[in-house]
């Protein structure tokens, strides 16, 4: 498995599926760069390649706030019992997760209780971004310059990131809860946003 070099190639990953307690090892016949993604399950599900086959590269938003996305084990494949796998390219300039959403109460189907980390790639690697997680009472509000190579956690709230002027940013989104859905709430504040580009 494996033919992309380097993420920024922006094409579809090789990405392989293992239920629980399955035994593995991998071989690098080339520098590698492997991510691991894992969550609570009580297995049964087969091991399943998930990509590259079936994975297409798809933009998402408007103006700066587009991306693009490759769904590696989105709740569209039944493949997983609680792992939610993305990657996402925000070109140089362009904001992300934006306009700013959660799914941290376990309400379906208004909302999910979704954790979530992001793992970053900048290009050129110098460069950085911002990530800001915050809840709409303020009791959680951290904004992070994020580099290359930084994995930023999500344990509730809202999250959007940033790419600056001259850096493309990938991250590796990786979501998990006890409902394998990606239902979201937006932040009233913002929700205008939605509004005008519908």
Not at 134 to 149: H, I, K, Q
């Given at each position: 498995m494996g033919e992309r070099m380097d993420v920024f190639e922006r094409t579809p990953p090789?990405?392989?599926?293992?239920?629980?307690?399955?035994?593995?090892?991998?071989?690098?016949?080339?520098?590698?760069?492997?991510?691991?993604?894992?969550?609570?399950?009580?297995?049964?599900?087969?091991?399943?390649?998930?990509?590259?086959?079936?994975?297409?590269?798809?933009?998402?938003?408007?103006?700066?706030?587009?991306?693009?996305?490759?769904?590696?084990?989105?709740?569209?494949?039944?493949?997983?019992?609680?792992?939610?796998?993305?990657?996402?390219?925000?070109?140089?300039?362009h904001w992300s997760s934006y306009p700013p959403h959660r799914h941290d109460e376990d309400?379906?189907?208004?909302?999910?209780?979704?954790?979530?980390?992001?793992?970053?790639?900048?290009?050129?690697?110098?460069?950085?971004?911002?990530?800001?997680?915050?809840?709409?009472?303020?009791?959680?509000?951290?904004?992070?310059?994020?580099?290359?190579g930084d994995v930023t956690l999500v344990p509730r709230g809202h999250h959007p990131c940033?790419?600056?002027?001259?850096?493309?940013?990938?991250?590796?989104?990786?979501?998990?809860?006890?409902?394998?859905?990606?239902?979201?709430?937006?932040?009233?504040?913002?929700?205008?946003?939605?509004?005008?580009?519908?």
């Amino acid at each position: 498995m494996g033919e992309r070099m380097d993420v920024f190639e922006r094409t579809p990953p090789h990405a392989l599926y293992l239920p629980p307690g399955t035994p593995w090892e991998a071989e690098a016949t080339t520098p590698l760069t492997l991510a691991l993604c894992s969550a609570p399950s009580p297995g049964g599900r087969p091991v399943q390649r998930l990509g590259p086959e079936g994975i297409e590269l798809t933009p998402r938003g408007r103006g700066t706030n587009t991306r693009y996305i490759n769904n590696i084990a989105m709740e569209g494949r039944d493949v997983a019992d609680s792992l939610l796998v993305t990657e996402v390219f925000t070109p140089a300039g362009h904001w992300s997760s934006y306009p700013p959403h959660r799914h941290d109460e376990d309400d379906f189907p208004r909302i999910t209780y979704l954790e979530e980390t992001y793992w970053f790639r900048l290009n050129p690697r110098a460069g950085w971004g911002i990530q800001r997680v915050y809840t709409e009472d303020g009791s959680l509000d951290e904004t992070m310059a994020v580099r290359d190579g930084d994995v930023t956690l999500v344990p509730r709230g809202h999250h959007p990131c940033g790419a600056p002027y001259g850096y493309d940013m990938y991250y590796l989104n990786v979501m998990a809860g006890p409902l394998r859905r990606w239902r979201f709430q937006g932040d009233p504040e913002h929700d205008w946003l939605v509004e005008r580009d519908r």
